[in-house]
């Protein structure tokens, strides 16, 4: 992958008068443009494209690929994100015409097949979250965490109760602040005990009957799973709070505990993480919802339902929904790649995920613990977070260091500076798809880092296609396209 | 089939090293009343060869644009995808990486999100574009914030009735918990009332937002509306379809200060709604107050030129409750893939997949026209997509021209019941005259058999079933 040169920009590749013939000359009677279309809409001059062969482009975009790490060419233990393998069957299947070529208004006749599996997506979500409706509509993790808080205050206004406040622990993902805000609620901290789990005295000295909705990520960003979490539940719900489950870390308790059996009253899903749809360099995700039964009326419309008769449909006739957060039904594409993906496991393999991710976590963190702490101890779940600290104070040797370093070594870094509670930050997911073998390498190579000399790690990394960039200057003199 | 690389042996070595007995063992700091007791209640495992039989049988029994001619559009359309852009799309550097954390092992994803927002300028004519949102319906929402946040303005969005009614509900489904009221300007003719838009604009007005080309198929005057916005301060955001760009006028050239659109149509599948590729351009000016990822470029240690996440002091990693935005992903995927749609139609590529979208579309609305019992429902300057008025029931018309082999149109009842005789027909580069010319006739057939089998009181127009002013 490396020593390649990056390729130049498609606009500098650019010459006047090449092209790609795509498109037949159209076969309608030819009539003046203007004659259709009034002047003074029509642009001057074609848009500013680049002019390229179809040659020229397939090797710009191979060669760009190459410059990238990838979860089909690395091991990626990018924590909280995971990175675990993405199955080529379930592309097979997505590349059916029964999915991509199917239009989102089409007659609901025509739509049996795939309302059949996005019904069933639903049940499925349902009974792996022991809650009682879904939503497939969010289109991301932090569009359903918002989708989920929209609802709450739906919720809470039916009920004539006006609560102002999220509280949301200072480990949490930077989406939750950031989706309470837009959902219209003050965002309320909560501190971590010397555990790395909620400290209970700070929750009870902040939950009021102002608080509307406890956000918690179970197991949390420090890869703990939270014991006290029926507790928080029953405390929040003797004040008629709603718990929330952020789900970014479900991979680790599919079919170990379900969220609704601990009293959480809503969540999100990240089936682009917990059932493989492939990341995209960023993108696309989804992120369905999951809620009790009494918050079923307020979530987004539609909703796939069935007849009697057996037949499926588009429900849009729900009066209390708080409307929709997107256009279309959802993101399909992704649905059906984790309707693929389950029933590829099984109740069996579903829960033999979560054991190999936390195997593998914990046996990670075994192996590397003694040269790279990790300051909330006990057993982990799917991630662990280890502190470069010791290293900052006595070498000089930061986690970014440390990152930029297991480049060289042909790995992706894991997770740096997050979560915020811990100095120095290495977050690791591991995942279940990887081998024992990758991991033990893996672990040689972080420890081989640790003894490395310290100029070497500032200046890492060393065989990458380019070296350190200058953030700041991206930033104080920002080049947003190419001009 | 859990995709699982331990072995038996493996598992127990791991096991033995961590102390451990079991893989029970792993989750005994759970609390033994909070496990779950039995299997989850989820459809027994697949192989391969089950899951494709499965599957296979389940897509069979959807009959989409791949099965009946489809002329639907309502802001996605079977415009068509070059092999490049699957075969390029589809390489596992690209598929299975995630966001370009450490840039030095992501120049691939870098450099080609930069190109894409270059792309979006040159389309749009803007000078900044993020490196993409959820889908058009939550481009327009962020637009809106984003507006807000620029103008300190908190009174109300004024949005034209002509936008797509999806994401007028997006909108307001935004603004539900937030101050800005939505206040909707009518659209009786087709477009958007100009005089009534620029009577609701006042001086707490932080965005007019509109649709050009709008959801009816015709095309707005956006100078205009542009003019009215900014006579009282407010910022200009338009709705685009990005195909239309390679024909109509620029946004920059009518003065808007926000745009955002649906990508779906460059490059990416219909796929039932999903996922899709919400484009967002602005001014220069107003780049710290834009949502999402943006990549910049810069140089390396050793000078070279390379490209990174640029200005992430906005996103909510940082700024927690106080970002601009929750949003924290971009649509990696599409937007590579609408890159490499650009790249390969190229400026002539993409003027002609606009110019032949256009024609067609006025040839099929000029066919349907003279169909007995058909006329255009809102007649002016249109795109690829017109609204046709029919005096039999919408729904039994449809019905029986897709018993024809036509996906002949969207039934607007569902979305205004003002619309209720209304069908939108969207016309692509993709559909021949045959096609068009086969439409026509289905729609000819159907009106025939309709008319004749209703009874005699009931011909004529009766289907308006609400007046003007409900929805």
Not at chain 1, 417 to 436: D, G
Request: aromatic share 8%; proline share 7%.
């Amino acid at each position: 992958m490396y020593k390649l040169v990056q390729p130049p920009l498609l606009f500098e590749s650019s010459r006047p008068g090449r092209a790609t013939a795509v498109l037949p000359a159209c076969d309608v009677p030819e009539r003046p443009l203007d004659e259709l279309i009034p002047r003074e809409f029509l642009r001057q001059e074609p848009p500013p494209l680049p002019e390229l062969g179809e040659l020229d482009v397939v090797r710009h975009y191979t060669n760009l690929s190459t410059l990238n790490m990838s979860i089909d060419s690395n091991f990626y233990p990018l924590g909280s994100c995971t990175m675990k393998y993405n199955p080529k069957r379930n592309e097979r299947m997505a590349a059916l015409p029964g999915l991509w070529a199917q239009h989102p208004y089409q007659d609901e006749r025509t739509l049996q097949g795939l309302l059949a599996i996005l019904y069933d997506l639903q049940e499925i979500l349902a009974e792996i979250a022991g809650l009682d409706a879904v939503s497939l509509q969010p289109a991301a993790g932090a569009q359903g965490e918002l989708t989920a808080l929209l609802v709450a205050a739906r919720y809470f206004r039916e009920r004539g109760e006006s609560r102002g406040q999220v509280l949301i622990p200072d480990s949490a993902h930077g989406t939750n602040p950031a989706s309470a805000h837009l959902s219209g609620f003050e965002a309320v901290t909560i501190k971590s005990d010397g555990r790395g789990l909620v400290d209970l005295a700070d929750f009870k000295a902040k939950l009021s009957d102002q608080s509307a909705v406890f956000m918690m990520t179970n197991p949390n960003t420090v890869g703990l799973f939270d014991p006290q979490i029926r507790e928080i539940a029953d405390l929040l719900h003797a004040k008629g709070g709603l718990l929330y489950l952020d789900g970014a870390n479900m991979n680790a308790i599919l079919g170990i505990v379900r969220p609704g059996d601990m009293g959480v009253d809503l969540m999100h899903y990240n089936p682009h993480k917990t059932f493989s749809g492939p990341h995209g360099g960023g993108g696309p995700g989804a992120g369905p919802i999951a809620v009790r039964e009494h918050l079923a009326p307020y979530l987004p419309a539609p909703v796939v339902a069935r007849k009697a008769e057996g037949e499926y449909y588009l429900d849009h006739d729900r009066p209390h929904s708080i409307g929709r957060v997107r256009s279309f039904f959802g993101n399909t594409g992704v649905l059906f790649r984790a309707y693929c993906y389950i029933r590829s496991q099984g109740p069996a393999g579903l829960k033999r995920i979560a054991q190999h991710a936390v195997l593998n976590a914990n046996y990670l963190k075994a192996l590397v613990e003694d040269v790279y702490p990790v300051p909330y101890d006990g057993p982990c779940m799917h991630e662990f977070v280890a502190s470069a600290r010791a290293f900052a104070k006595e070498r000089g040797v930061r986690a970014t260091d440390i990152a930029k370093r297991l480049l060289d070594y042909n790995v992706h870094a894991p997770t740096i500076y997050f979560p915020l509670i811990i100095p120095e930050a290495l977050m690791v997911e591991p995942t279940e798809t990887e081998s024992r073998e990758t991991l033990e390498s893996f672990a040689e190579i972080l420890r081989a880092i640790a003894a490395e000399n310290p100029e070497l790690l500032h200046h890492a990394p060393h065989s990458t296609p380019i070296s350190r960039p200058d953030e700041v200057r991206a930033a104080k003199q920002p080049v947003l396209s190419w001009k | 089939m859990a995709y699982i690389a331990n072995t038996p042996d493996d598992e127990r070595i791991m096991l033995e090293r961590i102390g451990l007995e079991s893989l029970d063992d792993l989750f005994r700091h759970i609390p033994v009343e909070l496990r779950l007791k039995h299997p989850l209640d989820v459809p027994p495992a697949l192989s391969e060869l089950e899951l494709s039989q499965v599957i296979g049988d389940l897509t069979a029994r959807n009959q989409g644009a791949d099965q009946r001619v489809c002329f639907l559009g309502g802001g996605s359309f079977d415009h068509f995808i070059p092999a490049v852009v699957d075969q390029l799309a589809g390489r596992g550097e690209f598929f299975t990486a995630y966001t370009p954390y450490q840039p030095e092992a992501s120049q691939g994803t870098l450099q080609a999100v930069f190109e894409y927002q270059t792309l979006i300028c040159q389309l749009t004519g803007m000078e900044v574009s993020n490196s993409s949102l959820y889908d058009g319906a939550s481009a327009t929402a962020e637009a809106m914030l984003m507006a807000q946040a620029i103008t300190g303005r908190r009174g109300k969005i004024v949005v034209a009735e002509t936008v797509h009614p999806e994401y007028r509900q997006v909108l307001e489904t935004f603004l539900a918990c937030l101050e800005p009221r939505l206040e909707v300007v009518p659209g009786p003719t087709g477009v958007v009332d100009a005089p009534a838009l620029e009577a609701a604009i006042d001086g707490d007005t932080a965005a007019v937002v509109f649709q050009h080309p709008n959801f009816l198929g015709r095309l707005e005057d956006a100078r205009a509306l542009v003019a009215a916005a900014h006579a009282k301060g407010a910022l200009a955001i338009v709705v685009v379809d990005p195909v239309s760009l390679g024909l109509l006028a620029p946004p920059s050239t009518y003065g808007a200060d926000i745009v955002v659109g649906e990508g779906q149509s460059l490059g990416n599948p219909m796929s039932f709604g999903g996922p899709y590729l919400g484009i967002l351009a602005c001014r220069g000016e107003y780049v710290r107050k834009m949502p999402g990822r943006i990549v910049g470029e810069t140089v390396d240690r050793d000078g070279k030129r390379c490209w990174v996440l640029a200005l992430q002091t906005r996103e909510q990693h940082i700024r927690r409750e106080k970002a601009t935005s929750n949003i924290c992903t971009n649509q990696g995927l599409l937007a590579l893939r609408a890159a490499i749609y650009l790249a390969v139609m190229g400026p002539r590529g993409l003027k002609l997949a606009a110019e032949s979208s256009t024609r067609k579309a006025h040839y099929a609305a000029q066919r349907l026209a003279a169909v007995p019992g058909l006329e255009l429902a809102f007649p002016g300057p249109f795109f690829k997509e017109f609204v046709i008025r029919a005096n039999v029931n919408p729904q039994a018309l449809l019905a029986s021209v897709l018993g024809q082999g036509y996906h002949g149109g969207i039934a607007l009842g569902r979305f205004d019941r003002r619309l209720a005789d209304c069908i939108l027909v969207a016309v692509t580069e993709k559909r021949t005259s045959d096609e068009i010319d086969g439409l026509a006739r289905a729609y000819e057939h159907a009106i025939a058999d309709l008319t004749a089998a209703a009874p005699p009181g009931q011909r004529g127009k009766p289907q308006i079933l609400a007046s003007a002013g409900s929805k």
